[in-house]
């Protein structure tokens, strides 16, 4: 009978402050969620993942999607976005081929949008970690 008050602290504890803080920060900077959460070792992994398929993606002459004329560049254009300010500072800086015209630049898009993906989930998982829905 005693521990069932100590769970319910532990499941209040978990839920005070605000619980999208691991979700956000990690879809705009990949690892960043688990970093605030304090996981150095899963954070650097992800992070050293993520960027490296992104850079790897973008030195293959991937194309980064900018508009949704069709269903397939519609869903590259989601996966794009989820790498957050990786996109949106590629964007600016004029990275990412307008069209694919060598043969690893298809797979190098791939990339991208895999990285992109990895990102979300990512961000669940800090997301899922923080809430408590994920053990540790």
Do not use: C
């Not at 402050?17 to 900077?29: D, E, K, Q, R, T």
């Not at 869903?75 to 957050?84: F, K, R, T």
């Amino acid at each position: 009978m005693a521990t069932t008050p100590n769970k319910i602290v532990a499941g209040q504890d978990s839920q005070q402050g605000f619980v999208y803080l691991p979700l956000i920060a990690g879809w705009l900077v990949p690892g960043a969620g688990h970093f605030l959460l304090r996981k150095w070792g899963r954070g650097s992994l992800i992070a050293i993942s993520i960027l490296g398929m992104f850079v790897l993606g973008l030195l293959m002459q991937g194309k980064l999607y900018t508009g949704a004329q069709d269903i397939l560049d519609m869903l590259g254009l989601v996966g794009d976005l989820g790498n957050g300010l990786l996109f949106v500072v590629s964007r600016i800086l004029g990275l990412g081929a307008d069209q694919v015209q060598v043969t690893t630049g298809d797979y190098g898009t791939k990339f991208i949008v895999v990285a992109g993906l990895l990102n979300v989930i990512a961000a669940v998982d800090a997301h899922n970690l923080r809430t408590g829905r994920k053990p540790e």
